[in-house]
């Protein structure tokens, strides 16, 4: 008799159905009516001796928990008469009736074709069948599995599920850098009709970590502290991975192997560590890539980061640490107001590697104007940078690189010591110049500053050249 009464009630047309159940009982609707009709039910359960029956227990849940304004057909979503979508934020997944357009909460019996045990949903909460996006993805699975991927799985949201989805667990992943993921544990987890691929993945790709802040070569490349991954794209296609010394060329590993059974690790495996040098990472076919590699190295600078002053730069000092197996010499140094970078020497078994140390500093150019034909400025960072009418009169967008700040900080202009004006940045980012020429025509000789960390104002431009003049916008008293 449950069971009846909870498939008639699943599919009937809610807003029928319970005005009229409450008549013939003589009962009034009220906020509690849904939990106390769920407690009546679980308790009949318990009196006809079905505590235990899954698929009973799962339509009675389903039932409680089903929003009274929902109403329309099942949307069985094999034959194409509805649309599932999912509200990731406690609505769970919803069914679109199709001729109407009305949505109701959705049971996993309806949901989930017969053996599926991943559902996936793009940011928008549509369901997406095939190939995923290689972005956030919401995934619809079993509490109790594992999630598994070629690349490292980053979830960034774990979200709840309305009561009928109990034993279902629903997070939102980062798919970015995967070519698939699967359900599962093991060596052979992944294969199956549980694995979803990854659209974008067609082709080898090499997946860097960010570089080593403040550390180059001398010629100026980025210097990475831990070894890319080799990522293949899903198949049985045969690839050839190797990793070899771009000065000597030789062979450090040599891989066969197809993408479905490829682990980005297995590249590293057995070569002398820490790695140290330049080397050339191949798949054949597709891809060729130089990287350099000081593996471990930290660098730690003080004061981070060195703002200007009348001489140039502030003093700064560095710190720099080796993992064992690497020497680096000096394992310190010192910066003068002049110095913008010290060179160091790695050493890690027979390589010798010659790296550059810039600790983050704040620094200056002036972009042209847009379709005025002119280049950039170079990078200023020695001192103050010095302005003149004239530069105001070109234009430009001034460009402030200041590692660490979170959003561009306002320029005040200053005369005599008072704030004059105060120009904020553009959605890019930059200052356009033009915007102070007429404070400084007014005012003459005047500051640019920021003020960075706690209070500090740093004055980082002067503007000269431009004489005193008569505000016309001043007003005066007699």
Same mark, same amino acid.
């Given at each position: 008799m449950v069971v009846g009464i909870a498939r008639a009630a699943s599919g009937s047309d809610t807003t029928a159905f319970w005005p009229a159940w409450h008549r013939a009982a003589g009962l009034r609707s009220s906020a509690r009516s849904a939990r106390e009709w769920g407690d009546a039910f679980l308790a009949a359960l318990g009196v006809l001796g079905l505590p235990g029956?899954?698929?009973?227990?799962?339509?009675v849940l389903a039932h409680v928990t089903a929003p009274e304004d929902h109403a329309g057909s099942a949307g069985d979503l094999s034959d194409g008469a509805g649309q599932a979508r999912l509200d990731p934020f406690g609505?769970?997944?919803?069914?679109t009736d199709g001729v109407s357009g009305q949505a109701r909460a959705g049971l996993p019996e309806e949901i989930t074709a017969e053996g599926a045990t991943l559902l996936a949903f793009d940011e928008n909460g549509a369901l997406v069948d095939g190939a995923l996006p290689a972005d956030a993805v919401w995934v619809l699975c079993s509490a109790g599995a594992e999630l598994r991927s070629d690349a490292p799985v980053r979830i960034l949201v774990t979200s709840t599920l309305p009561l009928a989805w109990r034993g279902w667990r629903l997070i939102q992943v980062d798919l970015r850098g995967a070519r698939w993921i699967a359900l599962g544990a093991g060596a052979g987890a992944g294969a199956g009709a549980s694995r979803r691929l990854v659209r974008g993945r067609t082709r080898p790709v090499l997946r860097t970590g960010p570089p080593i802040p403040g550390v180059t070569t001398v010629a100026g490349r980025p210097v990475l502290a831990s070894p890319p991954e080799v990522l293949l794209p899903p198949g049985q296609a045969t690839f050839r991975v190797e990793a070899r010394r771009t000065d000597s060329g030789a062979t450090l590993a040599s891989v066969t192997t197809t993408g479905d059974t490829w682990r980005p690790d297995v590249l590293w495996r057995g070569m002398r560590r820490p790695l140290l040098g330049e080397l050339v990472i191949?798949?054949?076919?597709?891809?060729?890539?130089?990287?350099? %590699?000081?593996?471990? %190295?930290?660098?730690?600078?003080?004061?981070?980061?060195?703002?200007?002053s009348a001489r140039g730069l502030q003093p700064a000092e560095a710190v720099i640490s080796a993992p064992p197996g690497m020497t680096v010499s000096p394992a310190a140094a010192a910066y003068q107001e002049e110095t913008v970078t010290r060179e160091v020497t790695c050493v890690a078994g027979?390589?010798?590697?010659? %790296?550059?140390?810039?600790?983050?500093? %704040?620094r200056l150019r002036i972009d042209p104007e847009p379709g005025s034909g002119a280049e950039a400025t170079g990078w200023h960072h020695v001192g103050p940078l010095r302005l003149t009418h004239d530069d105001l009169w070109r234009g430009g967008l001034l460009r402030i690189d200041l590692p660490g700040a979170a959003t561009p900080p306002a320029i005040t202009l200053m005369a005599g010591g008072e704030p004059v004006q105060v120009l904020g940045a553009l959605r890019d980012g930059r200052y356009p110049l033009r915007r102070i020429l007429d404070t400084a025509a007014v005012h003459g000789d005047t500051e640019l500053t920021i003020t960075v960390g706690g209070g500090t104002v740093v004055t980082f431009a002067t503007v000269t050249g431009a004489g005193p003049a008569d505000d016309p916008w001043t007003v005066t008293q007699a």
């Open positions: 029956a899954p698929a009973v227990e799962v339509a609505g769970g997944v919803l069914l191949s798949v054949i076919p597709g891809l060729r890539r130089t990287v350099v %590699l000081a593996e471990g %190295l930290g660098v730690t600078s003080y004061p981070a980061p060195r703002l200007t027979a390589v010798v590697q010659r %790296l550059a140390v810039t600790p983050p500093h %704040l």
